[in-house]
């Protein structure tokens, strides 16, 4: 399973860090994905890492935020810079087992951007 | 606006069968896989279908996907009340270099 923590209310040009722990499976082996979904929005993808350590990013966040991956700690990070109103969402992690297919999903962290 | 086209909304009575589509183009459905997802109310999406038709463990048969061209299909047999929920389509889009969702069809199980 996948557990994220991190998310909260956050002022507009602020930062904030999400993170998702992986339990029940060898995270290192998998590729994992943010995805969000903004209120009565469908999801968003955001970012993918993969296994060999390879990233990329929609250009909605690009320069903004920030994948990582501790396979150590089965620990997938989402540094999240510059934030608009507009982020605001429940940010979910999510194991990649194919072309946007995500088997497994934590239970979403909701950021609010608002002053 | 998604480069996924999906109905906003279809219906069906129990025990029927409903197919909900969904229309891209040659970068995302027309060259790679396509996944589906249920979302109920409050919850994360689940995923149904993968790399077009392909089930997870546990997703009864009454889903099924298939890929034709640039569009996808899911299909749903035996209409439960328990159905009732927003479904998505997925796929990765490599003009944008990006995965893309669908903007989503409520299913409504008279």
């Known amino acids: 399973q996948l557990e994220e923590s991190g998310g909260g209310l956050v002022q507009p040009g602020g930062s904030l860090r999400l993170s998702c722990t992986a339990s029940?499976?060898?995270?290192?082996?998998?590729?994992v994905s943010w995805v969000r979904q903004a209120p009565g929005k469908g999801p968003e993808w955001l970012s993918y890492f993969s296994s060999s350590r390879s990233t990329i990013y929609a250009d909605s966040v690009k320069g903004r935020f920030t994948i990582t991956r501790d396979n150590a700690k089965n620990s997938l990070f989402l540094q999240m810079n510059s934030l608009r109103a507009e982020d605001t969402a429940v940010y979910y992690c999510a194991r990649d087992i194919s072309s946007l297919a995500f088997d497994v999903w934590g239970q979403g962290t909701q950021v609010t951007v608002s002053s | 606006q998604s480069v996924l086209t999906q109905p906003p909304s279809v219906s069906a009575a129990p025990g029927q069968k409903v197919t909900i589509s969904c229309s891209g183009s040659?970068?995302?459905?027309?060259?790679?896989?396509v996944s589906w997802y249920q979302q109920l109310p409050g919850t994360a999406p689940k995923l149904l279908i993968y790399d077009n038709y392909n089930r997870p463990s546990g997703i009864p048969d009454r889903f099924s996907g298939s890929k034709s061209g640039t569009s996808a299909t899911l299909g749903i047999t035996g209409l439960q009340t328990g159905d009732e929920a927003d479904y998505y389509c997925?796929?990765?889009?490599?003009?944008?270099?990006?995965?893309?969702f669908g903007g989503g069809t409520k299913l409504t199980v008279l």
């Open positions: 997925a796929t990765w889009d490599g003009s944008l270099s990006a995965g893309v």
């Open positions: 029940g499976f060898t995270f290192s082996e998998h590729a």
């Open positions: 040659a970068s995302n459905i027309g060259s790679h896989f």
